[in-house]
């Protein structure tokens, strides 16, 4: 699957090896699950990561410590569609991206779900309604 989103062009960032409340962890084991969750990407795609997204967007002072140590660039969405709560409703997701106030560089948190594949060209038309272009971290940063 890593492969296959790589070969698509997409950028691949590290969300951690175990989704954990990494804000309770101690910095010893924050760079644990980042460095293990690093080395099987990297292993796999033949490629440094940059970014760091800590599950949940938990992150501490012991997470930004231990993603900094690895390199890594670490970001929060602004605009959450929950999909991961509606996942066969992707007329509600749509309607919570059209809701929110965008700006330039916002980030729109998105998972694999039924929703999000149903509604990613509406929320991608809604982007481009705002006067903004759809792009990856790599644009942002």
């Known amino acids: 699957m890593l492969l296959k989103i790589k070969e ?7 969300h951690g ?7 309770k962890l101690s910095y010893e084991e924050n760079l644990e699950q980042i460095k293990t969750s690093k080395k099987i990407i990297e ?14 967007g938990s992150f501490g002072e012991a997470t930004m410590k231990a993603a900094k140590e690895v390199g890594y660039t670490c970001f929060k969405w602004d605009i959450d569609t929950i999909d ?3 996942r ?6 749509v309607e919570r ?5 965008m700006k330039d560089g916002s980030i729109i948190l998105m998972h694999p779900t039924y929703a999000t594949m149903e509604g990613i060209d509406d929320i991608i ?3 481009r309604d705002n006067g903004f ?3 990856s971290l790599n644009d942002i940063f």
Do not use: C, M
């Not at 698509?8 to 590290?14: A, F, K, P, V």
């Open 84 to 86: 991961w709560q509606n």
């Open 17 to 23: 090896h175990r989704h954990l409340d990494y804000a």
């Open 125 to 127: 038309k809604i982007v």
């Open 88 to 93: 066969q409703e992707p007329e509600v997701i």
């Open 97 to 101: 991206v059209r809701k929110k106030e």
């Open 8 to 14: 698509q062009g997409h950028t691949i960032g590290n």
């Open 43 to 56: 292993d796999i795609i033949k490629e440094d990561t940059k970014f760091f997204q800590a599950p949940s």
């Open 133 to 135: 272009k759809p792009g």
